[in-house]
């Protein structure tokens, strides 16, 4: 079983629609959740950053952190066509060895026009 | 404010040869970080060094694979004797320092290597 399972789509949604975006984890000691959003040919970029559980809002995104239920969510609002690219969940936990993130296989999104 | 510059973006080996990829940091930062990107896959770790040292090198195979960060200069990512498995994106990142709070690693752009 992997450390972090997400689904790798490729998923595709009408422009303005509503993005939910997924993972779930086996690690308890996971700690600091990441979203990072990677355009082709290019390398990753973070897009959001939340510690421990909780939401956290950021413009047109919100990260949501489950650790109950060792899930961990992306939604994105009124999706543009510029938001096609693909998202790569990621975590870490604490202490040694802290600073090796985990990363999801990565959903590829397209917002279509 | 240059970001995470790799070189080269592109590397085409034949099996047996060896592969040099290169990583400066961003202007700052000391903490250099090598994943690499199997197609349809997910970011793997491989190291973790500052300058001069090998912090963690627990996602590194054990041979044939070897990275350093010297005091002056990029970081390398050497791979001998090529296979094609080793077929694969390599991004480097960078940070300010270990603990970072946001966890924010700067990633490059990556340099894409194929062997034939």
């Known amino acids: 079983q992997k450390e972090v399972e997400q689904d790798p789509g490729p998923l595709s949604v009408p422009e303005g629609a509503i993005v939910s975006l997924n993972c779930t984890y086996s690690?308890?000691?996971?700690?600091?959740f990441m979203w990072y959003r990677q355009y082709s040919r290019k390398g990753p970029e973070l897009l959001m950053y939340t510690y421990s559980s909780g939401n956290k809002e950021d413009g047109r995104f919100t990260a949501q952190v489950d650790k109950s239920s060792k899930y961990i969510s992306l939604f994105i609002r009124d999706s543009q066509p510029s938001d096609s690219a693909t998202y790569l969940c990621a975590m870490r936990g604490v202490g040694q060895g802290a600073q090796k993130l985990v990363f999801g296989q990565g959903t590829r999104l397209t917002i279509n026009p | 404010n240059a970001g995470v510059m790799q070189n080269p973006r592109h590397l085409v080996r034949r099996r047996g040869q060896e592969a040099r990829l290169r990583c400066s940091p961003m202007?700052?930062?000391?903490?250099v970080y090598w994943y690499r990107q199997l197609p349809e896959e997910g970011l793997k770790f491989m190291v973790y060094?500052?300058?001069?040292?090998?912090?963690?090198e627990s996602g590194m195979p054990k041979e044939r694979f070897s990275a350093e960060f010297p005091k002056e200069g990029p970081s390398i990512l050497r791979i001998q004797q090529v296979v094609r498995g080793d077929s694969a994106a390599y991004f480097c990142?960078?940070?300010?320092?270990?603990?970072?709070?946001?966890?924010?690693?700067?990633f490059g752009e990556g340099s894409r290597l194929t062997v034939l």
């Open positions: 690690n308890s000691a996971f700690q600091y």
């Open positions: 202007k700052g930062h000391s903490h």
């Open positions: 060094l500052q300058k001069e040292n090998i912090i963690d």
């Open positions: 990142a960078s940070s300010p320092n270990s603990g970072a709070a946001s966890g924010e690693l700067f």
